[in-house]
């Protein structure tokens, strides 16, 4: 006879085959039922939830209507809605409209605090500082003095009639201000020039003896503010145009 070729019989094999395929069409049959299940289960509480929420709407418009009714009898120009909005949800008896308790407000008013929240309501002048004044060096004086400087002082022309130590007073003491402002510029118009390295107003005494593109050289009048407040000749002075103000026209 013909040697065996050692290979296995072939029934046995296509038997596992057919028992691994119905194992595998009860797991899937078993997991569509329980897929199946889990749908209908979230669909009887979509049920539930949905029947529950007209019997609370319901419970809940008498509450709203009379809440509306109260906001628009006390205030003609805000309707009731609208001011339980505004309040984030609040009744005008403390209680929440929105949900979630709120403690009674012991008889707060709260129409009333939102129209004296209107009647405080920033503006745009709010922005611009207070103009008080404010002495840089406060001292004790009597109360029957002038405590702020006067208006008349902004005046320009106010200036032109005051004598040069008056001028210079305004612009040592009245530093970074409109009326230093003025008093330089009613300076300059007498012919003085502000030196910016020594701090002090120059005026030619005479016609300047040297005269280049960079400086010129002669005989000035300077005021002295730091040791006599008073006005010097100083002879042979060579003025530097670097250190001329003449930012101010």
Not at 86 to 91: D, E
Not at 104 to 121: I, K
Not at 130 to 138: A, E, F, I, K, M
Not at 187 to 206: A, D, I, P
Request: hydrophobic residues 25%; contains cysteine; glycine residues 8%.
């Amino acid at each position: 006879g013909r040697p065996c070729s050692g290979r296995p019989p072939a029934r046995p094999v296509a038997l596992h085959s057919e028992q691994q395929q119905q194992q595998q069409q009860q797991q899937q049959q078993a997991l569509r039922q329980q897929q199946q299940q889990q749908q209908e289960a979230a669909l009887k509480r979509q049920q539930s939830q949905t029947q529950q929420a007209p019997s609370q709407t319901d419970a809940k418009a008498p509450q709203l209507q009379s809440q509306a009714s109260v906001g628009s009898t006390g205030s003609g120009s805000v309707a009731g809605l609208d001011i339980l909005q505004g309040l984030g949800g609040l009744s005008l008896d403390g209680t929440s409209v929105g949900g979630g308790a709120v403690a009674p407000a012991d008889g707060t008013n709260y129409l009333t605090a939102l129209n004296e929240s209107f009647a405080t309501m920033p503006n745009a002048a709010d922005n611009e500082r207070t103009r008080q004044y404010t002495p840089q060096n406060p001292y004790p004086t009597p109360a029957s003095y002038p405590s702020t400087p006067s208006p008349i002082f902004d005046n320009p022309q106010i200036f032109e009639k005051l004598g040069t130590d008056a001028l210079f007073f305004i612009f040592y003491y009245a530093q970074g201000t409109y009326q230093q402002y003025l008093a330089a510029r009613e300076l300059k118009k007498q012919s003085w020039r502000f030196h910016k390295k020594y701090m002090t107003w120059f005026q030619r005494h005479e016609e300047p003896k040297i005269t280049t593109d960079e400086y010129e050289q002669g005989t000035y009048v300077y005021f002295d503010y730091e040791t006599g407040w008073c006005t010097r000749i100083k002879q042979d002075f060579r003025f530097e145009y670097s250190f001329l103000e003449d930012s101010l026209q």
